[in-house]
């Protein structure tokens, strides 16, 4: 089954979620309003309202309950986008200006504070207090994630444990529970719910070593910025990092990043991309993100055979491939 046959089967309920997201960024405040609606029309794939809703068909499954948990997760992403704009100093996202390019920082900073704690008051629908837990120690670590991402901002001695740690904060962790929450919100036993949080863990994994990938390699057409942009704000990520590891390219990389950071990333980055596109680093990240792929669906394998299962396998292959 390919990506669109499994969003084609859930098409009710996921235009049903979209419509809640669309409420729940509404307020009175225009400006607000405004600047919420314009991240919600970005779009994207939605890839964690619909993991907490296949999660949920492990056990007895209601949306009206499931929506009050894959909308917050989607709100809690879209409140990190927002952030991680500002700090990136993006421009666009998705192709579109980002909310502090079309308005300002100060605006993009109120706007992704006010869909986070919208995230929040929703969630609270969900008496189940593990739940909570859950998601608020989820949030601690991703905000410890992205403080760290800023720290080895152009840190060329870091190792790949740091950056392991990194994107299991920034990135898995967030679709490791949506996995988790889906099914405890549908009732599921907890020992059932915590193989679908490994299985989150590892995709998400392969999630950021994908996107990570795709910055080196994909277009601006493909991936709706210009490529480059990590390693452009000094983001160090696992395909650089085996280029470094590189004897014979570590100097001409080294010297390269000085130039980017020098230029407060305002420089040509394609020299060095050619160059890590040369080091055969890319290709050492996808074969890990491949294992993290083969370890998520072994996560699955002593799951019911309901066919939530293999939808998330073939979400997990599509992950795996994908190209933006």
């Known amino acids: 089954m390919k990506l669109q046959d499994i969003y084609a089967r859930k098409k009710k309920d996921i235009s049903a979620i979209e419509k809640e997201l669309e409420r729940s960024v509404y307020i009175d405040h ?32 209601d949306l009206e309950r499931m929506k009050h948990v894959a909308v917050p997760m989607e709100l809690i992403h879209m409140s990190s986008l927002v952030h991680d704009d500002v700090i990136d100093d993006a421009n666009t996202r998705r192709g579109q200006l980002t909310v502090r390019s079309k308005w300002d920082n100060r605006v993009a ?12 008051e929703i969630i609270t629908k969900i008496s189940n207090p593990t739940v909570h837990q859950i998601m608020s ?12 991402q800023i720290r080895f901002f152009f840190q060329t001695e870091q190792t790949i444990r740091d950056y392991m740690l990194r994107i299991k904060r920034k990135t898995a962790l967030l679709i490791a529970i949506s996995c988790q929450l ?18 989150g863990y590892n995709v998400g994994m392969a999630f950021q070593i994908r996107d990570d990938i795709l910055d080196l390699r994909g ?76 370890k998520a669906i072994a996560a699955l394998r002593q799951l019911p055979d309901v066919q939530a299962k293999q939808d998330l396998i073939d979400i997990a292959y599509f992950i795996g491939d994908r190209n933006y």
Not at 35 to 58: C, Q, Y
Not at 182 to 199: I, M, T
């Open 109 to 120: 900073m109120y706007t992704g504070d006010y869909i986070f704690a919208r995230a929040l």
């Open 219 to 294: 277009t601006e057409k493909e991936l709706g910025k210009p490529p480059g942009s990590d390693v452009k704000q000094g983001n160090i990520t696992l395909p650089v990092i085996y280029a470094l590891q590189q004897a014979e390219l570590r100097d001409r990389i080294l010297q390269e990043l000085a130039r980017i950071q020098a230029s407060d990333g305002q420089t040509d980055a394609t020299p060095l991309i050619e160059t890590i596109r040369r080091s055969g680093g890319i290709e050492r990240a996808e074969e890990l993100s491949g294992r993290y792929i083969d």
């Open 137 to 148: 120690k989820a949030i601690v670590q991703m905000v410890v994630g992205e403080m760290e």
């Open 30 to 61: 225009a400006m607000l309003r405004e600047t919420s609606v314009h991240l919600l029309k970005a779009g994207g794939k939605r890839i964690r309202p619909v993991f907490v809703l296949l999660a949920g068909e492990f056990g007895t499954y």
């Open 182 to 199: 889906g099914a405890l919100a549908a009732g599921a036993p907890e020992p059932l719910a915590n193989r679908l949080y490994a299985f």
